[in-house]
C-alpha cells in the first residue's frame, strides 16, 4: 500500500518550454501533496505544498508564477514548470499524506528535468 | 523556520556492524520524525518513524530514538548488510495543518563487505 507514482521519470526539454509533471497516489487519496526539489548529492528542499481543492503554498523563494501547481483530485497533483531555463534542471519529487492528521509522506521516484 | 542538522555526511562501516545516524532539531513544536533510505535516482523510501510522545522505536534491525529535552534523534541499524548502502535523510516536522518536512543534509552510508 501507499504507492505514489511520478510521470514522467525523466524529461529533457529546450529553453523557454514549459513541462508538466505528474504525481498520483495510486492506493489512497491524499488531501495534501508535496513537491520537493533535490540538487545532484543534496538534499530534499521543499517547494510547495498543495491541498486538494485549493491554491497551492509556496515556500520562501520559490516562484509561484514559474512552477505553477494544481491539485484537482484526491489522487493527482501537477507541477509545471513553466519557461523552463537551465538552471531548472533537478530532480523534482512529489509526496502524498493521507489525510489531516496524519503526517506519514510517502514520495514518489522523482522526475528528472534537463533543460537544454 | 526548522532547522534540521544530521552528521555523519558520510559513514563507512563493516558488514555486520552497526550504524548510527544522528539529527538534531531546532524547533521544539517539531512532534514528527521520519528516516528515509534513498537509493540512486529514485525517491526516497519511508524506513521508520517516531512521534514526539515515544522515546524509542524499533523495527527488526532498526531503531529509532528521540530526545525532547536535547532536541535530537538517532537512527540506529544493527548487523549491517551491503544492501543497507544508501542516503539516508532525517526529517522533522511540526506536523500542523498542510506541514512539509524539513531534512537533513543526508548521510551516505557505505557498508564495506
Known amino acids: 500500500g501507499a504507492v505514489v507514482s511520478q510521470h514522467p521519470s525523466r524529461v529533457i526539454c529546450k529553453s523557454g518550454t514549459s513541462v508538466k509533471i505528474e504525481c498520483r497516489s495510486l492506493?489512497?487519496?491524499?488531501?495534501?501533496m508535496f513537491w520537493y526539489r533535490q540538487f545532484p548529492k543534496k538534499s530534499l528542499m521543499l517547494m510547495a505544498t498543495?491541498?486538494?481543492?485549493?491554491?497551492?503554498?509556496?515556500e520562501q523563494g520559490v516562484e509561484k508564477d514559474k512552477f505553477l501547481i494544481n491539485h484537482a483530485s484526491l489522487t493527482l497533483s501537477t507541477l509545471t514548470v513553466t519557461s523552463a531555463h537551465p538552471e531548472d534542471s533537478s530532480f523534482y519529487i512529489c509526496?502524498?499524506?493521507?489525510?489531516?492528521?496524519?503526517?506519514?509522506?510517502?514520495f514518489g521516484p522523482g522526475t528528472r528535468l534537463l533543460v537544454l | 523556520g526548522e532547522n534540521v542538522e544530521q552528521h555523519p555526511s558520510t559513514l563507512s562501516v563493516q558488514e555486520g556492524d552497526s550504524a548510527v545516524i544522528k539529527c538534531t532539531y531546532s524547533?521544539?513544536?517539531?512532534?514528527?520524525f521520519p528516516w528515509y533510505k534513498q537509493e540512486l535516482g529514485k525517491g526516497p523510501q519511508l524506513i521508520i518513524d517516531?512521534?514526539?510522545?515515544?522515546g524509542e522505536k524499533k523495527d527488526q534491525r532498526i531503531a529509532v530514538t528521540l530526545n525532547k529535552t536535547a532536541k535530537h534523534f538517532s537512527l540506529h541499524i544493527t548487523e549491517t548488510q551491503p544492501e543497507d548502502s544508501a542516503v539516508y535523510f532525517c526529517?522533522?516536522?511540526?506536523?500542523?495543518?498542510?506541514?512539509?518536512?524539513?531534512f537533513g543534509k543526508g548521510t551516505h552510508l557505505i557498508i564495506q563487505p
Open positions: 524547533d521544539s513544536a517539531s512532534n514528527y
Open positions: 526529517a522533522a516536522s511540526t506536523g500542523g495543518g498542510a506541514d512539509g518536512l524539513t
Open positions: 517516531i512521534r514526539s510522545n515515544v
Open positions: 492506493d489512497f487519496q491524499a488531501t495534501t
Open positions: 509526496s502524498a499524506r493521507e489525510g489531516q492528521g496524519i503526517q506519514t509522506q510517502y
Open positions: 498543495s491541498n486538494e481543492g485549493s491554491k497551492a503554498t509556496y
